[in-house]
Nanobody
């Protein structure tokens, strides 16, 4: 069983930065991901990081967001720079163990002037 707790969201002006954290209980030595969902839109994959550290990003965030992990702290991060109003969403942390998918409760990011 894995529990994921996100934090770090908030209100930021366009062009600003935020750093999201996802603290996991249990074994997180697996691939991890950040997703986001805006009202009226489907949940979309933002970034992934493999156990070995390789990363992938959605085209919409490439060059602006960086996913990283600290296995010793059971924590995954999402550094978000040059934020845009379109980045406004509820951001979720995710991992999978066999056929089970685990989600946190989400942390709200609002980009507005």
């Amino acid at each position: 069983q894995v529990q994921l707790v996100e934090s770090g969201g908030g209100l930021v002006q366009p062009g600003g930065s935020l750093r999201l954290s996802c603290k996991a209980s249990g074994n997180i030595l697996r691939d991890m991901a950040w997703f986001r969902q805006s009202p009226g839109k489907q949940r979309e994959l933002v970034a992934t990081i493999a156990r070995g550290g390789s990363t992938n990003y959605a085209d919409s965030v490439k060059g602006r967001f960086t996913i990283s992990r600290d296995n010793a702290k059971n924590t995954v991060y999402l550094q978000m720079n040059s934020l845009k109003p379109d980045d406004t969403a509820l951001y979720y942390c995710n991992t999978k163990i066999l056929s089970a998918s685990y989600w946190g409760q989400g942390t709200q990011v609002t980009v507005s002037s």
